[in-house]
């Protein structure tokens, strides 16, 4: 059978998918619960187009001069709303305010994460908030193109493979394309995650109306909460405790590709990149207030430029830059291969989430 590159290298950026002119790559959930391109060969004409935009093996190597700094939000709410320092949507709002759409990762109705796109600033809370799964790209850099092509400010964001895949699927720049990656600790499965949400559900005898993976109204920044709300309730859980973020923070249940990540690097090509600002209360304690505050790396001189569309609304500090990353290792370093553990996937069928924590986790730790 055909293929675009290796499959444990494959990061599922989906630019293949997005640039093919026969809609020969259809993508498939292998057995782990990761999602892959495949080829129909009864359709494709062998142009080499998708692997031309494949990121992995067109990767570019960025020589830029990052500058690091700690802003947060003026504006409570939106902080508190938001998983760090409520950054993210000041930018974002400028976008639209200036007739251009943001992409970013949204939960559907059965809380599969999307990428969409928003034009509006009454729907933005529903990309705001940081989401532990791998976004389905669908037909998004296609549809950032025809905004591009049209003239539209757009501002892209994702995980840096989804930013690389986008730039690989465009071929070049544009003058009215903003692009804001993140620093990524990994995406886990999402057959461990429909799992997860079988469970909980059952657990908790409702059916979930939305979720937070980052709720800081209880206990605050550093001690978040993970958050589901149903008809009649909200159940609130310490992220050490909730037993799919203890799975995700194991590094147990990762996408192959995130235990060697290309993209982990000092050098982006983003503009921006997005973080929480992890050992600020050291760095610069008098920012720390507990209601969260962003790392913001500049990589680009419209990265730049976005700084000054917010910087009326937030409260900002420029850092040095490897002091700033130091307590984010994730920004260029990927985790350990040794931590993955395959046979979590043979047992999810048999076992519920108690039983996978007790065999995989509580286990190993003994």
Not at 171 to 177: A, F, H, I, S, V
Request: proline residues 2%; contains cysteine.
């Amino acid at each position: 059978m055909q293929k675009i590159c290796n499959k444990n290298d494959c990061c599922g950026c989906l630019a293949c998918k997005n640039i093919c002119p026969k809609n020969a790559i259809y993508i498939k959930e292998d057995e782990q619960g990761f999602e892959y391109p495949k080829i129909n060969s009864q359709i494709c004409i062998n142009c080499g187009l998708c692997k031309n935009v494949c990121p992995i093996l067109n990767g570019k190597e960025e020589k830029n001069t990052p500058n690091a700094f700690a802003i947060y939000n003026k504006n409570t709410e939106i902080r508190m709303e938001s998983s760090s320092g409520g950054i993210f949507t000041e930018i974002a709002k400028q976008i639209i305010n200036d007739e251009g759409i943001v992409f970013g990762a949204i939960f559907d109705d059965k809380f599969n994460v999307l990428h969409k796109g928003i034009d509006n600033i009454e729907n933005l809370w529903k990309i705001r908030g940081s989401k532990y799964l791998q976004s389905k790209i669908g037909d998004t850099y296609k549809q950032a193109k025809k905004e591009l092509e049209n003239g539209r400010k757009v501002l892209f964001t994702g995980t840096p493979c989804q930013i690389e895949g986008l730039y690989t699927y465009l071929g070049k720049d544009y003058e009215n394309l903003y692009t804001q990656d993140l620093i990524c600790h990994g995406v886990p499965s999402a057959k461990v995650w429909r799992k997860y949400i079988e469970y909980r559900e059952k657990q908790d005898s409702g059916k979930i109306q939305k979720i937070s993976f980052r709720n800081k109204y209880n206990k605050g920044w550093n001690n978040y909460q993970t958050c589901f709300e149903y008809e009649d309730k909200q159940i609130s859980i310490d992220h050490h405790e909730d037993l799919y973020m203890r799975l995700f923070l194991s590094d147990m249940v990762l996408r192959p590709s995130c235990y060697s990540c290309k993209f982990k690097k000092k050098h982006r090509r983003s503009d921006i990149t997005l973080a929480d600002f992890w050992g600020i209360d050291e760095i610069l304690p008098k920012m720390n207030d507990e209601k969260g505050t962003s790392l913001v790396i500049v990589n680009s001189k419209k990265g730049q430029e976005l700084l000054k569309y917010i910087n009326e609304n937030v409260y900002m500090e420029k850092v040095d830059f490897e002091e700033a990353i130091f307590h984010n290792k994730s920004m260029y370093q990927s985790p350990s291969i040794e931590k993955q553990n395959l046979e979590i996937y043979h047992d999810i069928e048999r076992l519920d989430m108690d039983g996978i924590v007790k065999n995989f986790l509580e286990n190993n730790d003994k």
